[in-house]
């Protein structure tokens, strides 16, 4: 795409409190259909809502399948992550914050994506515990994956 080409953006975890916000004002603003929202299947199945129009559904670990999603994408932004909370369900900070963002990056470059938006946190520059070490190994993936990037490391959120 060139400079003039309107950008076109993959959102990854587009069902967490950031994701929604940001696809809802995107739909607001009538930008809908640029922003496309990710939803891994059995989000999709077991939330009980109808997938957005123009939704992705698929497995991120279905490589072949995440390449040919990005392809005419822009940019992808990285808002998948975990809690401890989420644990007993199988998640982990090695599975949500970096197999997550590894695999994103890694098609993306196969895809032809020319940008990456990671979500990470203010004390991944000096990572304490294992939340923050996630963080900056995802971090470190972004940066080291050949693509322009813009990392966002916010103190905190407050509501939507």
Do not use: N, W
């Amino acid at each position: 795409m060139t400079e003039s080409s309107p950008r076109r953006i993959f959102v990854a975890g587009s069902t967490g409190a950031t994701g929604r916000t940001l696809v809802r004002l995107a739909a607001a603003r009538g930008l809908g259909d640029r922003v496309v929202p990710h939803l891994r299947p059995r989000g999709a199945s077991t939330s009980g809502a109808a997938a957005p129009p123009g939704a992705i559904v698929l497995d991120l670990g279905d490589e072949a399948a995440l390449v040919a999603a990005l392809r005419g994408f822009t940019t992808v932004v990285q808002l998948i992550g975990t809690m401890r909370k989420r644990f007993a369900a199988g998640d982990t900070y090695e599975s949500s914050d970096i197999g997550t963002t590894r695999q994103l990056c890694v098609a993306a470059v196969r895809a032809g994506v020319d940008h990456v938006v990671l979500l990470s946190s203010v004390g991944a520059g000096r990572p304490m515990g294992a939340y923050l070490q996630a963080k900056a190994r995802a971090e470190a993936i972004v940066r080291e994956s050949g693509l322009a990037y813009t990392i966002f490391r916010p103190s905190a959120f407050y509501g939507e």
